[in-house]
C-alpha cells in the first residue's frame, strides 16, 4: 500500500460518509456500514510500526486522510482520526506490549482517554486500575482502551499519569452522549473497576509527550519520537479544517441557485456575495496550509532526534488551535451568508457548524491556556502546563 492509493481509498468513500452524517448523528454513533467501509481501507495500519505490517506512512497524508474524512461528516472522521493516532500511541508502549497486541492483531480500535481520572494500584505483576472517563471518542467500534490512570512512582510522593491499556470486554460504557455538536462521534463515557492490568500494558504520559518512551526508542524510528500534544492536535484539527473546505464548496454551489428575495437575482450574481466567497475561499485554503505546515514541524521534530523543548510544544498548541478557530469562523461566516435555510436539518451545514463549534472546545484547543503559557514562555517564565 502507498500513501497515495491509501488517500484515494479515502477520498472515494467522502460522499458516503456525507451520506450517512445525518443517520450518525441521529443514531449518536457512527454508522456501522461506513466504519467497515473505512476499516476496509486498511488505514487503521497507517501508524503501525512496519515490522507488524503496519504503513508508518507520514504526517502530512494523514492530514489528507483527516480533511477528506471531515468534508464527508466531521463526526465520523474525528472518530477515525482519533483511532489511527491511537495506533501511534500504541507503538509508544514498550516491546512487551507492541508484540502481545501488535503480534496478534494487525492494529486497534481505541478510545484514549488522557485524563486523569483513573487510579492504578500497584500489585504483584502489574495493577488494579479502576476510574471512570469522559470522551471516549472510538468507543462504540473498540477493541482495546487506552485509559489515564495516576499511578505511584518508586521514590515519589507525586504519583505520575500513565496509560493502560485494557480490552473493550472488561470495560464499561456508559450511556451519556446527549449533545449539540458531535453527536455522531458516539464518545460515551467508559469505566472499570479493579480491572488487572499487567505491568507491560502500562506506559508513562509524561515519557509519551516528549517521545522518549521505551516503545519509541526500541522502534528507532522518527515517527514514534514526535512531541504527543502536537500530534494529537492535529489529529483533531484535520477533520475540522475538511469541513471548512466542504462549507466553501456548498456555499460557491448554493449561491448559483439560490435567489435573494425581493429580486429576481441569484446570489452568485451579487458581487457582495462573490467578495465574500472569494474572501471564504482563500481563508480556508489558508487553514490547510497551516494545517500541512504545523504537520510538517511536528514529523522534522521527531526525525531531529532532539527532544521538543516546552516553549516550542506550547507554541505549536496554540497555532494549531488558532487553525481550529479559522476553521470555525470559515463555517459561521458560510452560513451566515447563506440565508436562513442553511439552518433546516436536512441542510449540511448546520450539523457542520455545530459538530465543529464542539470539536473547537475540545482541551487541546483551548487558546486561553496555551496563549497564556506560550506568553510566559516568551516571557522567560517557567511553562507551568503539561504541553
Same mark, same amino acid.
Given at each position: 500500500m502507498q500513501e497515495q492509493e491509501l488517500l484515494s481509498n479515502i477520498e472515494a468513500l467522502t460522499p458516503m460518509l456525507a451520506d450517512n452524517a445525518a443517520e450518525a448523528e441521529r443514531q449518536r454513533k457512527p454508522v456501522d456500514a461506513v466504519m467497515?467501509? =473505512?476499516?476496509?481501507?486498511?488505514? *487503521?495500519? /497507517?501508524?503501525?510500526?512496519?515490522?507488524? &505490517?503496519? *504503513?508508518?506512512?507520514?504526517?502530512?497524508?494523514?492530514?489528507?486522510?483527516?480533511?477528506?474524512? &471531515?468534508?464527508?461528516?466531521?463526526?465520523?472522521g474525528w472518530v477515525t482520526t482519533f483511532c489511527v493516532e491511537h495506533n501511534w500511541l500504541m507503538a509508544l508502549f514498550n516491546q512487551q506490549a507492541q508484540e502481545q497486541i501488535f503480534g496478534n492483531q494487525p *492494529? =486497534? =480500535?481505541?478510545?484514549?482517554?488522557?485524563?486523569?481520572?483513573?487510579?492504578?494500584?500497584?500489585?504483584?505483576?502489574? *495493577?488494579? !486500575?479502576? &476510574?471512570?472517563?469522559?470522551? &471516549?471518542?472510538g468507543v462504540m467500534h473498540a477493541d482495546w482502551a487506552l485509559l489515564g490512570a495516576?499511578?505511584?512512582q518508586e521514590g515519589s510522593d507525586r504519583p505520575d499519569l500513565c496509560m493502560f491499556l485494557v480490552p473493550m470486554d472488561q470495560v464499561e460504557i456508559i450511556d451519556t452522549w446527549q449533545i449539540a455538536g458531535?453527536?455522531?462521534?458516539?464518545?460515551?463515557?467508559?469505566? !472499570?473497576?479493579?480491572?488487572?492490568?499487567e505491568s507491560h500494558m502500562m506506559t508513562s504520559v509524561t515519557k509519551m509527550r516528549i517521545g522518549e518512551t521505551d516503545g519509541s526508542k526500541w522502534l528507532d524510528s522518527h515517527l514514534y519520537k514526535m512531541p504527543m500534544m502536537a500530534v494529537l492536535g492535529l489529529t483533531a484539527a484535520a477533520p475540522m479544517v475538511g469541513a471548512a473546505r466542504r462549507a466553501v464548496t456548498l456555499f460557491r454551489d448554493?449561491?448559483?441557485?439560490?435567489?435573494? /428575495?425581493?429580486?429576481?437575482t441569484a446570489q452568485g450574481e451579487k458581487p457582495v456575495s462573490q467578495h465574500r466567497l472569494g474572501q471564504l475561499a482563500v481563508a480556508a485554503r489558508n487553514t490547510e496550509i497551516l494545517l500541512m505546515q504545523l504537520a510538517r514541524e511536528t514529523e522534522e521534530w521527531g526525525r531531529s532526534g532532539l527532544v521538543c523543548p516546552d516553549e516550542e510544544r506550547v507554541a505549536m498548541r496554540v497555532r494549531i488551535g488558532d487553525v481550529v478557530r479559522k476553521s470555525r469562523d470559515v463555517i459561521r461566516d458560510v452560513v451566515e451568508a447563506s440565508g436562513a435555510h442553511a439552518h433546516f436539518l436536512d441542510n449540511p451545514l448546520q450539523r457542520m457548524l455545530r459538530d465543529v463549534h464542539a470539536g473547537s472546545c475540545h482541551t487541546v484547543f483551548d487558546l486561553d491556556i496555551s496563549c497564556e503559557q506560550y506568553g510566559r514562555s516568551l516571557l522567560g517564565l517557567e511553562v507551568t502546563m503539561p504541553t
Open positions: 467497515q467501509a =473505512i476499516e476496509d481501507t486498511g488505514v *487503521y495500519r /497507517y501508524f503501525v510500526p512496519k515490522r507488524f &505490517g503496519g *504503513y508508518e506512512f507520514g504526517m502530512e497524508t494523514f492530514m489528507k486522510i483527516g480533511m477528506a474524512l &471531515g468534508e464527508g461528516c466531521v463526526s465520523t *492494529y =486497534i =480500535i481505541a478510545p484514549g482517554t488522557l485524563a486523569p481520572k483513573g487510579v492504578a494500584t500497584p500489585v504483584e505483576g502489574g *495493577y488494579r !486500575v479502576t &476510574g471512570r472517563w469522559e470522551w &471516549g471518542t495516576l499511578t505511584p458531535m453527536a455522531g462521534t458516539g464518545s460515551n463515557d467508559v469505566a !472499570v473497576e479493579d480491572v488487572f492490568v448554493r449561491m448559483q441557485e439560490r435567489m435573494v /428575495y425581493g429580486t429576481t
